[in-house]
């Protein structure tokens, strides 16, 4: 089965340019997660969507971040202006909501580099 | 507010020689702790979830245990494809995980 799919896996953009990640979940996963994980910071939570709706954004930085998840087999995460403190791995992950806590499983990142 | 809390930040071993990661979590209300492994370049593995106290679960040399206040991975006589970071999770509400920082484990041959 494929896992979770992220792209581009690496991205190097100047600063004030629009960026954009992409997530294809796991097929038949109703949750998805956005993390960012940094040296300082560690492995933070920006958004957490289930069943295409945002349910939790109080880990989005600041209004230059946006993410959108138009079906249940894809998901964007969007920066604009880009700023080199953004700088970081973003992660994707999906989980099956099933009333319990449920496993996420984590795709293999976009490295993003601002200059 | 939630936090977790992962020691040692690093740990070097000999192959062979056995030691414990140590987390702590400050939630009430555990509704999961979670166990993950992450390789240089890759995103967080997927190793155990514990849910009460007392509960335990191994894989191969790793064994996850949970108290009220902690969980530790024991590592019984690593090898250095052992090697990695080990990151912890808790969660407290709704699917939402709080993460500790991670223990890098390196083992030498």
């Known amino acids: 089965d494929a896992g979770v799919i992220q792209s581009p896996r690496h991205e190097v953009t100047e600063m004030g340019q629009e960026v954009t990640l992409r997530c294809k979940p796991i097929?038949?996963?109703?949750?998805l997660f956005w993390y960012r994980q940094t040296m300082m910071r560690g492995l933070e939570l920006l958004i957490y969507f289930n069943n295409n709706v945002p349910i939790d954004d109080s880990g989005m930085p600041e209004d230059r971040f946006s993410a959108k998840m138009p079906n249940a087999s894809f998901s964007t995460l969007k920066i604009q202006p880009s700023e080199p403190r953004d700088s970081a791995v973003y992660f994707c992950?999906?989980?099956?909501?099933?009333?319990?806590?449920?496993?996420?499983?984590f795709g293999p990142g976009t490295r993003l580099t601002v200059l | 507010e939630d936090q977790v809390t992962q020691s040692p930040e690093a740990l070097r071993l000999q192959e062979g020689e056995s030691s414990s990661l140590n987390c702590s979590y400050t939630?009430?209300?555990?509704?999961?702790l979670f166990w993950y492994r992450q390789d240089p370049g890759k995103g967080p593995e997927f190793l155990f979830t514990?849910?009460?106290a007392g509960e335990e679960k191994e894989k191969e040399r790793l064994k996850a245990t949970l108290t009220k206040k902690e969980s530790f991975l024991h590592i019984t006589a690593p090898k250095p494809e052992d090697s990695a970071t080990y990151l912890c999770a808790d969660n407290n509400a709704g699917n939402m995980l709080t993460f500790g920082g991670g223990t890098r484990l390196m083992v030498k041959p």
């Open positions: 939630v009430s209300g555990l509704r999961g």
């Open positions: 097929s038949g996963h109703n949750s």
């Open positions: 992950a999906s989980s099956l909501s099933s009333g319990t806590t449920d496993t996420q499983y």
């Open positions: 514990l849910y009460s």
